[in-house]
């Protein structure tokens, strides 16, 4: 298998919607998910580039290898879950934390998940209206509650991440494309969301090959071997 030319990592609290996010984007389905133990990864070709997409276990008894999947990071997608406003307040408390050990010039995107479930994801018309007894488990929708946590939340928390890794906004892209609102149940925004982080993370690959030391040779600057009289080489 090639090596990736990148990496880019899902954390966010157990139950947010990780590995739905993922399956969704990878699978174009949204199947039961059983909580995610220790991390798992997909690769995905982006034009030439083969990108790795880490899924981690939000669950505490995984915490400590958190830093470890997220090393060498050119992206890191900080997840919660627009319904429970401790999963952002995780983020900043738990997670950040752990992307210490992430490339220099690491991107972040937050992404509050579930929005299906809010009064705010029927307005978007991304959902079906409630299930009937004999309709798929697929299909169903609970009854929406007004969103939790708003965009704007995610936007603050940004912007303390900017500050936590001393970036300047102007050499950064900016909040409002960076937080997302998504649902992996019925897909809304999730191609976004992916495809944002690979147009962005290509520009970093080519930058570390410009800048990572040449191992070719330039065989047209080599002169050719002498001829000897036997016909072999000196
Ligand atoms: N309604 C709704 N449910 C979701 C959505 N995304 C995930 N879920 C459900 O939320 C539960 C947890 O989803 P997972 O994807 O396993 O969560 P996770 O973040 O990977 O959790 P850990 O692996 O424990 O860290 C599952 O029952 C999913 O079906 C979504 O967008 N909308
Ligand atoms: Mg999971």
Known sequence: MRKPDSK????????????????????RRFPDTVSTVGGAFYLKQWRSYNISIWDTAGREQFHGLGSMYCRGAAAIILTYDVNHPQSLVELEDRFLGLTDTASKDCLFAIVGNKVDLTEEGALAGQEKEKCSPDADAGDCVSPRVPKQVQLEDAVALYKKILKYKMLDEQDVP???????E???????NVDLLFETLFDLVVPMILQQRAERPSHTVDISSQKPPKRTRSGCCA
């Open 182 to 188: 998504t649902s992996a149940k019925t897909g809304y």
């Open 174 to 180: 900016a909040a409002e494309q960076m937080c997302f």
């Open 8 to 27: 880019i990592v899902l954390l966010g609290d157990m139950n947010v919607g990780k590995t739905s996010l993922l399956q969704r984007y990878m699978e």
